[in-house]
């Protein structure tokens, strides 16, 4: 009989019942449709290994993390090749988890991997939130020719919400015609009264949190596939979140990191502290 001690492969705090877990925390590692430096499939493990040399506390809102009700699924295995049996592996995944009763946590991978979960999402909450952050608009009708990318993940979120059930925040990169979309549908905010206002609205509606990464600056988080210049700090970020505290958040993920390009592991560590906060938050 082996003696151990063996260090946990999930999640620090995470439980062993998913029966009786609130958040199912599920890793996405997809990145088949990234258009500059690919990656992000290895952030999910990375990410999980990361979350050991956190602090279970959290001094921002004076909450331990072992009060969090979570289960850590693990990662999805994936056959890399095939894009749209792995988005449907990712729906159908993410409907059993709401079927369940359980509100969900997946770290990617890149970001075309929301759109299979607001696939999900949308059927058993039809009116569904979505707030998101990014440096870049993901508002393309197409990329390249293909409509199923991670620069074209919002307008097919759009495509199933309504433009008038989606809010972005932080975004600075994009074309002409996505800026022009966000100003006429009034999606983007960058004034926190107005979004507490907006936020304090909505508070009865079950909102999803998508956040890319990059929506950091890249002096914060350079392992990232498209590096954008005049993003916000850690705490400002936060400051952007705890906006939503009061809200039906139902569901959230985190996408984008690609720890091979921050050799340090700082981007990785500060995705798990993210991701710590983001479920003391929340959950």
């Given amino acids: 009989m082996l003696k151990g001690p063996f260090l ?39 990410v999980r290994n990361a979350s050991w040399g956190l602090e279970e506390y959290s001094p921002i809102v004076d909450k331990d993390f072992n009060e969090i009700s979570f289960y850590d699924a693990g990662d999805l295995e994936f056959a890399l090749g095939n894009r749209d049996q792995i988005l449907l592996q990712i729906e159908n995944n993410i409907d059993e988890a709401l ?27 039809p009116d569904l939130i979505v707030v998101h952050f990014d440096a870049h608009c993901d508002l393309r009708n197409e990329y390249l ?8 993940v919002m307008k097919r979120v759009v495509d199933i919400i309504g433009e008038e059930n989606l809010f972005q925040i932080g975004i600075r990169s994009g074309e002409k015609m996505e800026f022009d979309w966000m100003r006429t549908n009034k999606t983007l905010l960058s004034d926190k009264n107005i979004a507490k206002e907006i936020f304090t609205k909505i508070s009865n509606k079950p909102v999803f949190i998508t ?50 390009y921050d050799m340090s592991g700082a981007s990785t560590a500060t995705v798990a502290k993210l991701a710590r906060e983001m479920l003391i938050y929340f959950g």
């Fill in 145 to 152: 020719g293909e409509k199923l990318s991670h620069a074209c």
């Fill in 99 to 125: 079927k369940d009763g359980k509100r969900t946590f997946a770290i990617g991978g890149e970001h075309l991997v929301t759109l299979p979960q607001i696939k999900a999402f949308s059927k058993k909450y």
């Fill in 211 to 260: 956040l890319d990464v990059d929506v950091l600056d890249p002096s914060v988080m350079p392992g990232t596939g498209t590096q954008e210049a005049g993003g916000m700090s850690f705490a400002e970020l936060i400051d952007w979140l705890l906006l939503l505290k009061s809200n039906n958040i139902v569901g959230m993920d985190l996408v984008e990191l690609s720890p091979d």
């Fill in 8 to 46: 946990s492969k999930n999640w620090m705090c995470s439980s062993e019942n998913y029966e009786n877990a609130k958040w199912v925390l599920i890793g996405l590692p997809y990145d088949g449709t990234c258009s500059n430096k690919p990656g992000t499939r290895f952030a999910p493990q990375a």
